[in-house]
């Protein structure tokens, strides 16, 4: 997918498709949070978890969009592209395309607002420079 | 809440809490999922089932928007707050207010398109007369 | 129902219907783990998080029969009977019947042993006497 | 895993975590399903929603009994091992093994019987012999 230099994939379980055949909608979201956190992990080299634990950074999901183009079905395997758009004082933009295996018609567009948060007030905090540098670095934001 | 004819209540449970003891993003997606079926059933008095397996009418969603203010924690007693605001000729635009029990400050504001489908070619349909006269009146959009 | 002092009360959602318009295997688990919960805060007068904050007590799943005699359908109002049948040194057997609202005949027996466990080092604890005590009142097991 | 034929592998994903920081109870009811489902696709060669389709055969499960060894953890890769240990007229029964990828203690043993039923009238049906010879020749157990 063209700007985008990490994707991750996903199977549709049996248990995520609702009585109309497809997937339902909620699972989506999960999908996306597999997205990020594999891009966190395989893509910037970065454990959030870990850096949660250490009380540097954790995030929160603030404001979010979907688009959805067309529907994910049973046993699909899907491409979860993302990427980091733009990183400000204390939030980042992730975009999304989900895409089936074998095809590049989209089948949901999303961009996501992340808050950088101290993981033990849940209060709101300047992004750190290690997550910011590595983002900007694996982006080529700079 | 102001402007608002219809909400709906479900309590939070134990298996939709994350590690971070709060509700994780993707069950917000099934809160309003009940918002909008109790909305049809009980607001509405329209069964969507039963006018899907008429052939008459079914929804998807396509498009949303969803702004989390507060996050939702165990057994929060939620309020999903419901209403059209506008009707195309095959997309019908919904807001939903999220609030715990008790508060007026909102944990989440959504707004989500759905567009109106037949249910067997599953392609868009304008949305049927039953259902749009039956919003206009409950919403007093008309 | 017969020998149970305790329910509670669950509406299938439609997130938990799969294709073949039931309720998908995963949820009923989801459904008991409800009624256990609601047993202790609701039945028992016992807060489990906040016994496990205070380092006193917590409890594991640690072996489950389910015996289906029905489906669960969507919007179904289903009650979940729930009781202690033993207490042994580290463990609690309890049994759960779940009807649907207006019915007799079960949709689904159940059998749970908990295994009581140290909150921090999560090793098994012999069932502390508050906890004891309070399940043999209720059932009157004594 | 001594007397397996197949396994089939899923990775753990955060929103199946809880805030005890293991994987809630009813998800592990999901990945035996994700197993029973490729056990039947690519270790039987079978594909139960054609045969569904087809109006030939569908299984439901009638009991399963759930023996919780240890916890699976966040981004645990899991292993599944399935087999079917007998058939009867009507039902068969499944064996599970689920191990932690690069260990042997099991995590969970469990053992599910299904039933096989008309799709379209859901009674029960004495298992095809499409069915049944093809599982009695990949088990070995004629």
Redesign the interface.
């Given at each position: 997918m063209e700007g985008f230099h990490f994707k991750t994939d996903i199977r549709v379980?049996?248990?995520e498709?609702?009585?109309?055949?497809v997937v339902?909608?909620?699972?989506?979201?999960?999908y996306l949070?597999?997205g990020i956190?594999d891009y966190y992990r395989q893509g910037l080299k970065l454990d959030p978890?870990e850096l949660s634990r250490q009380g540097i950074f954790?995030f929160?999901?603030?404001?979010?969009?979907?688009?959805?183009k067309q529907?994910a079905k049973?046993d699909d395997i899907l491409h979860i592209w993302c990427r980091t758009v733009s990183i400000g004082r204390s939030s980042m933009t992730t975009e999304f395309v989900m895409t089936r295996a074998g095809e590049t018609d989209p089948i949901l567009l999303a961009e996501f607002v992340y808050v950088s948060i101290n993981p033990s007030t849940k209060k709101s905090l300047p992004v750190p420079d290690v997550v910011r540098n590595r983002i900007e670095e694996f982006e080529q934001l700079a």
């Open positions: 379980r049996y248990a498709i609702d009585v109309q055949n339902f909608n909620s699972h989506y979201m999960t949070d597999i956190s978890r954790d929160v999901l603030a404001k979010c969009t979907l688009d959805f529907s049973l």
